[in-house]
């Protein structure tokens, strides 16, 4: 099941989201897509991906999650094999803001048949091995690049996307049907869901629930901005371009490794301390950046690597632990929804410091900060985790107001 729905996240996440970003600059020398059209883009798919988050939190629970999961690989296979032949701007913008609404509620689906179909034991392993795709899908962009595109043509790198999304089409619905009795809760009961009202009181009040957006707000307001500036930052300090290639590097091969092991370490040790172990090293990875980018730029990759990719498994895992599989996947989408809202808030503050102060310092010390107050929440996690849960699959909020 990891292996699967690690191959969906490459397909959805890898391909769907960011395999346009590494295609683009090869893609403009055919095709005219200007400035206003790449600002529109990715505007667009960032709203696509907090809608597609959204719509899953508050109506995902009255869809068939299996069904789900194989229409979102259909459609993203579709559209794979449709950018290919697309050479009207408009199209391609239409087409990758479908793309990143499809990817939204695919996680969102493969997390809860995870965390209904996964022993309790292995489900964060399970959870951030998927997660970790992504990492996946980062590194084969690359080799599409290096190896298919200077001979063949952008065209062909879609439609392997494309061919590569069908078989994960085929494996799915082959696991999907064989598929056991679900773990997540005993067979007679019935599996409830929170209502949109009760889901808002959730995830204002209970712990877990409000604990789980906090850290996702928290993390796309340190990443989002890190990646898109990253490398502006390394060319006014005057250093190679090839720095910002070899740190991208270190963070897919990080993420690619680090979700299998940190997900064991949530199941085995707790999601206290997995939680901190990721967040302590991405803080520690950005507080040597800041220090001195030329020497610690590629510890930065190792710690946002550490982080970003298997957070989302570890989260999903800890949320798992006190709500059914249902609520776990309202939740969970709810979470990408404040990470967007984090990632947004993050970029128009580095703008301003950028503005105010003409300069990137500023920024990277600001993402810094947010990055130890990761870490010290991780830290609080684990020093006041409540008890698990005595029946898996039940809901046992723990209310933020005594």
Known sequence: MAVIFGMNQ??????????????VPLMRESIALGH?????????TQLAYLTGAMLLGLLGHRLNTARLALATGGLTTALLFTMAQLENPLFIMLTLTCLAASAAISWGALVEIISRHARPEQRSTCLSTVSSGTAWGYGLNGLLILLVV????????WQLAGAAGLLVMALTWHLLRHLGTPL??????????????????????????????????????????????LNVYLD??????????YTWTMVGITGMVAGLLTGRLADRRGHGVALLV??????????????????FALVAGFGYGLMYFPMWGIVAGWVGKQYCATTTMQI?????????LGGTLGNLLAGYLRTSTGSLDAIFVTLAGASVLLAMLGGWILGSSPAAPAQPGTSVPETLAP
């Open 236 to 245: 006014q300090r005057g250093l190679p371009a090839s720095l910002g290639g």
């Open 10 to 23: 490459i397909v959805s996440h890898g391909f769907g989201m960011f395999l346009f970003a590494a295609l």
């Open 278 to 295: 990721i967040f302590c090293g991405f803080a520690l990875g950005l507080l040597a950046f800041v220090y001195d980018p030329a020497r």
């Open 150 to 157: 200077p001979s063949l043509g952008w065209q062909l790198a």
């Open 332 to 340: 969970s989408g709810f979470c990408m929804v404040t990470f967007g």
């Open 184 to 229: 997540a809760m005993p067979a007679t009961a019935p599996e409830p869901a929170l209502p949109a009202k009760k889901l808002l009181f959730a995830l204002c009040r209970e712990r877990t629930a409000f604990l789980a957006c906090l850290i996702c707000f928290l993390a796309g307001f340190s990443t989002m901005p890190f990646s898109s500036w």
């Open 36 to 44: 206003w059209h790449l600002a529109a883009i990715g505007a667009l």
